[in-house]
């Protein structure tokens, strides 16, 4: 990516600390929870332990990693090497599955973070190859569209790896969908028909090294829009989390074959709040390129977000307004797409 441009330069408020930047003296802290999902592999075993250290994990930090989680690793590998492979292709071959203002799905080097650049460049498919959205995010507006993944040629079997993990991972997703349930004293089945026609999909990110890793950021602070993360990082590290307690960043260590779980949005509304959807940005450096892989899990265009009525009585009162994912989700793609002169849409804009 070359110099930095002014394009990427953070406000000073949001630059990270340099002397955690340099990828040899990142400081880990063990305080993000590690939870253990083993005892999943028995259908029969009670998942009410897990579910409490979840609950925890959620109302703590919004963040967690698990371990033993059933995605296999040779899978993992293998979707790793086609994600190195495809960046390694010349731009003029990238680009040629570039994203457009239409369709989100793709390849692109400009993605905005609250209107800043990131020094990244990703990869984005949807889970489905073929997925129903609003066609724009004016909420009169009732036109659908339906987007399709846009494939490479090369690396040759960059599809078909592409498509096995995400299987992978979405049975994964609603695993922990039904534990977030339980967690909550509710039906393990009680988020899942929201995903009927799921809008969710997966990115491949490339961090490359960056001349100035003091000014810029991989991916500035943002919070997930969807339901929940899964997010496979490999061993560079540069993933901070904002610490729910005081606000102070604070880096995800990285475990070899762990996935980082992360509560968005639409789980902090259903839970009122309960649950909390941590800011997250992050750092680059300037020897090492990284890569990571987030699933993203999203709702149906057509769900409606809001407090579940279980969780909401006269002592806790809703939060939030009732908005459609649908629209949500277009009005965020827009601005991440290219710097816009309006802030972007958050969820505090539907505070009750
Ligand atoms: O690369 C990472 O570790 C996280 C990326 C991220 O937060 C995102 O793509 O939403
Ligand atoms: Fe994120």
């Given amino acids: 990516m070359g110099e930095l441009d002014e394009a990427f330069i953070q406000a000073p408020e949001h630059r990270p600390n340099t002397h955690l930047t340099n990828s040899n003296d990142f400081i880990y802290s063990d305080e993000i929870p590690t939870i253990d999902l083993s005892s999943l592999r028995d259908p029969d075993h009670d998942k009410t332990a897990i579910a409490a250290e979840i609950a925890e994990a959620c109302k703590r930090w919004g963040f967690f990693q698990v371990i033993n989680h059933g995605l296999p690793s040779d899978l993992r590998r293998r979707v790793e090497e086609a994600c190195a492979e495809f960046f390694n292709l010349s731009t003029e071959e990238k680009r040629k599955v570039k994203r457009d203002e239409v369709n989100p799905m793709g390849y692109h080097d400009e993605e905005h973070t609250k209107n800043v650049r990131d020094w990244k460049e990703i990869f984005d498919f949807f889970l489905q190859d073929s997925t129903i959205v609003p066609a724009t995010p004016d909420p009169e507006d009732t036109e659908l569209r339906k987007l399709t993944n846009q494939w490479p040629q090369n690396p040759s079997h ?195």
């Avoid at 090492?288 to 899990?297: A, G």
């Fill in 158 to 352: 960059f599809r078909e790896v592409c498509q096995e993990y995400a299987r992978e991972v979405e049975k994964l997703a609603f695993r922990l969908l039904e534990l977030v349930s339980i967690s909550l004293g509710l039906p393990g089945d009680r988020l899942t028909g929201f995903f009927n026609e799921q809008t969710s999909f997966l990115r491949f990110n490339h961090y490359p090294p960056c001349p100035n890793p003091e000014l810029a950021l991989g991916v500035g602070r943002h919070k997930d829009g969807g339901a929940l993360t899964v997010l496979a990082q490999d061993s560079v590290g540069g993933l901070q989390v904002s610490r729910r307690s005081d606000g102070q960043w604070i880096p995800v260590k990285p475990i070899s074959d762990a996935l980082i779980i992360n509560i968005g949005n639409c789980i902090q509304v259903w839970t009122n709040d309960k649950y909390w959807s941590a800011e997250h940005r992050v750092v680059v450096n300037t020897s090492k390129k990284r890569f990571s892989i987030p699933f993203f899990f999203f709702p149906s265009h057509e769900a409606n977000i809001a407090p579940l009525e279980e969780l909401i009585s006269e002592e806790n009162p809703p939060c939030y307004k009732k908005y459609n994912w649908g629209k949500f989700f277009v009005s965020r793609n827009r601005s991440d797409f290219k710097k816009l002169e309006v802030e972007n849409i958050q969820i505090d804009h539907f505070k009750a």
